[in-house]
């Protein structure tokens, strides 16, 4: 009986032991790890095409994120852009940094020398003979190169720009024309768990001739465009073309009668502008009105100006109107003359002209900064009559406290056409007016777009840069 | 010149020596260019007196001074554009030969006729001053403002049209577009805070009122009478309060100019101030 007690304890001993052994290994089983499920899912759909409404050497890269995008255990952390980039492109990194080399110990030597002259020449001719072999290059794919990265972006972003100057020099130089490859890796936040795409590619980056988002711009182009060669040809045919009277331009030919009457000269100030400036431009027809009048009636002008290409653009209106009026002789040489090119200067020489020759008249139309009130309050002191016209608002206030008349911002552009009455600057005027119609128009319009959800109106005004 | 006037230009002359003087003194014991120093920091003191002067009247020391501005200003700018841009710019692309004369570096590249075409209308506009040949000047003359002209056409459409209609689409019936859910949602989440909606719709509306009024007084091919004439008289008003907010807030920096000036004169000159 004893030994049977002690058999079955022993049986049960061992089958007891038995089932453990198992379960330690089942246990064990589930403790060995899949070494693919430590790597995470790559990316899909990798796609990458030319960047729009750019100068070239820019591609868009665009993906559909890793499922493990921020999740769980194999939770990708970033996502590593790599290009395939030939062994050429090394070679052109040397070149450049020979170059770097040969630019800085010129400026270092003080007497720039002919060798390094003659060897960055050579250096630069080696540099563009590589560019030019960089499509085939790139073309060669597998073959002479190697995947690079290029740039990261944190986890949750499915897209990048790789872009580089259009500078040869520079090492970040992205050429045009060529086939560039891309793939993207899904990274853990351990750097070597990571899981690579599919290569996306051949994918070529260039220029665009035309800037798709300023497609408002050209419209605008083209409408006032069409409008201004619609009005100046209707001004061509006679049309009378009304325009309201302006009191500042009305007072031009009283203020004239005065200095004549009185025996002084006009001083006629065209600003601090450039030919090019458009107040410029409007100021010179208004010089050539005014002495047209002075030359009828035989009074003396005198033209300071700023700017020397503005002197000879004036020197040649006052002596086309002298002309015109049947006087040329009357024109003299120092009407219109030069004094300098520095701001403060230039209005300590029409001032002291203001008060030693004391002008009867002063007419300041143009671009001026903040002389302008020097200028008025000096005119004042000297007792000339002043009309004044800018298109800077900063110095409207000054002009309209000092001075008898001012012409408002564009008031300015249409006194040289009432003055001128010529067929393109009154044509342009008209379109002027219709193009404000067309703005109050618009405003209207993309006020209500704007209050009563209707964006696509809006987004018609907006403009990329 | 008469015995009044002989007498203020010698005072002057003995002021200015005694300042000279004084000025190299007190710097003798820390600059030892205090002689030249000395000199400069006067001769500017005077020169500042002198433009000065002229809020009384005209007289010689401001001749003397804007005499000497102008030609300084004028030969100086003559030769910042010679050595900046013509040395500077030029030269170095053109010729090694100039370029080693004038001991600036050589740019070496191949010949591009870009660099010639500036230098070609350069010369025809220098020929101005021929009588003969002055015609000349009038093609580069003609680039110059057609090319401006058609550049600056494109920029200013965008930034002076294009971009001030679409900031003209600003919300009228609530703080954010699109918000307008009618008269009772309006009226019940009425805010008349200072920063809250009532606020911004009042000045969403004058800055309509004010754009389109002021847009209508600038409207040339209509006499400006009845609606429209009064339509014209709020945009001239909202034109002069416009202008004299920028009368007030300009005269604050050029006062600010001033007191730079008297600083120098009362610290720099005189030591007065420290």
């Known amino acids: 009986m004893k ?55 820019s591609v868009d890269l665009s993906w559909e994120l890793s499922p493990d995008d921020g999740a769980g255990q194999r939770s990708v952390m970033k996502y590593d852009i790599f290009r395939w980039i030939p062994t050429l492109m090394d070679s052109a990194d040397v070149i450049r940094s020979a170059i770097g080399v040969a630019l800085t110990a010129r400026e270092v030597d003080e007497v720039p020398g002919a060798d390094w002259n003659d060897t960055l020449r050579f250096l630069r001719d080696v540099l563009d003979t590589l560019i030019v072999q960089f499509p085939a290059a790139h073309a060669a794919y597998p073959n002479d190169g190697e995947w690079r990265r290029v740039g990261m972006v944190p986890s949750g972003e499915g897209c990048f720009e790789h872009s580089g100057p259009k500078d040869r020099l520079s090492s970040d130089f992205l050429p045009d024309y060529c086939d560039f490859r891309f793939r993207v890796d899904a990274v853990t936040s351990d750097e070597s768990i990571r899981t690579s795409s ?59 009668g005065r200095a004549t009457e009185m025996g002084r000269p006009i001083l006629y100030v065209l600003g601090l502008g450039t030919a090019a400036d458009v107040a410029t431009i409007a100021s010179f027809t208004i010089l050539g009105r005014v002495a047209k009048r002075v030359a009828e009636y035989q009074t003396d002008l005198i033209v300071p100006t700023y700017d020397p290409i503005v002197m000879s653009v004036a020197q040649e209106v006052v002596k086309s109107s002298y002309l015109d009026a049947g006087r040329p002789e009357g024109y003299n040489e120092d009407t219109v003359h030069f004094v300098t ?125 | 010149m008469n015995r009044s006037t002989y007498i203020v230009v010698g005072v002057v002359v003995v002021l200015f020596l005694l300042s000279w003087i004084l000025k190299a003194v007190s710097l003798s014991g820390e600059d030892h260019r205090y002689i030249l120093h000395g000199f400069l920091i006067t001769m500017s003191a005077f020169l500042t007196l002198a433009i000065f002067s002229f809020l009384y009247r005209d007289n010689p020391f401001y001749k003397f001074a804007e005499h000497l501005f102008v ?90 049209f294009i971009v001030q209609v679409s900031s003209t689409f600003v919300p009228l019936l609530g703080r954010e577009p699109h918000q307008w859910q009618g008269g009772g949602a309006f009226i019940s989440h009425l805010d008349l805070s200072a920063t809250g909606q009532l606020a911004a719709l009042l000045t969403n509306w004058i800055i309509f009122l004010g754009v389109f009024c002021g847009i209508v007084y600038f409207f040339f091919s209509k006499e400006h009478t009845g609606v429209f004439g009064r339509a014209s008289r709020v945009g001239i008003w909202v034109l002069m309060i416009t202008f ?31």
């Not at chain 1, 246990?27 to 990798?46: K, R, S, Y």
């Not at chain 1, 009432?418 to 404000?436: C, T």
């Open chain 1, 3 to 57: 030994n049977k007690c002690l058999m079955a304890v022993v049986l049960l001993l061992v089958g007891f032991s038995g089932v453990a052994a198992e379960e330690e290994a089942l246990a064990g089983d589930t403790l060995v790890t899949d070494p693919m499920l430590l790597f995470p899912a790559p990316v899909t759909n990798l796609e990458g095409r030319d960047s729009d409404n750019d100068h070239g050497h």
């Open chain 2, 71 to 160: 030609g300084v200003s004028a030969a100086f700018w003559m030769t910042q554009g010679f050595w900046s841009t013509i040395v500077g710019n030029l030269i170095p692309r053109l010729s090694a030969g100039f370029s080693e004369f004038f001991m600036v570096p050589h740019q070496p590249s191949p010949w591009n006729i870009a660099y010639w075409i500036p230098v070609i209308l350069g010369i025809l506009l220098l020929m101005r001053l021929s009588a003969k040949y002055g015609w000349l000047s009038r093609w580069p003359l003609a680039l110059i403002v057609g090319t401006t002209a058609g550049l600056n056409f494109v920029r200013y459409l965008r930034s002076d």
């Open chain 1, 198 to 256: 599919d290569v996306a590619g051949p994918i070529q980056c260039y220029g665009q001739w035309f800037n798709s988002g300023r497609k408002p711009v050209l419209v605008g182009v083209l409408v006032f465009g069409f409008l201004t060669i619609l009005m100046v040809s209707r001004a061509r045919k006679g049309a009378d073309l009304y325009v309201r009277p302006i009191s500042g331009i009305e007072a031009v030919d009283d203020a004239i």
């Open chain 1, 341 to 465: 090119q520095s701001q403060f200067a230039y209005v300590a020489a029409v001032n002291g002209i203001m008060l030693r020759q004391r002008p009867a008249t002063n007419i300041y139309m143009g671009m001026f900064h903040a002389e302008s009130l020097l200028l008025a309050e000096t005119g004042v002191e000297a007792g000339s009559i002043q009309i004044a016209g800018t298109d800077q608002i900063a110095q409207l206030p000054f002009f309209i406290v000092a001075c008898d008349y001012t012409l408002i911002g564009e008031e300015l552009y249409a006194a040289s056409a009432y003055l001128g009455r010529e067929p393109v600057l009154l044509g342009s005027l008209k379109a002027q007016d219709y193009a404000k119609a067309a703005v109050v128009m618009l405003a209207l319009l993309g006020l209500a777009a704007s209050n009563f959800a209707l964006p696509w109106f809006v987004n018609l005004f907006h403009v990329i840069d």
């Open chain 2, 244 to 274: 004299g907010a920028s009368f007030g807030y300009t005269v604050m920096g050029r006062i600010s100019l001033l007191v730079g000036r008297v600083t120098f004169l009362f610290r720099d000159w005189l030591e007065l101030i420290s």
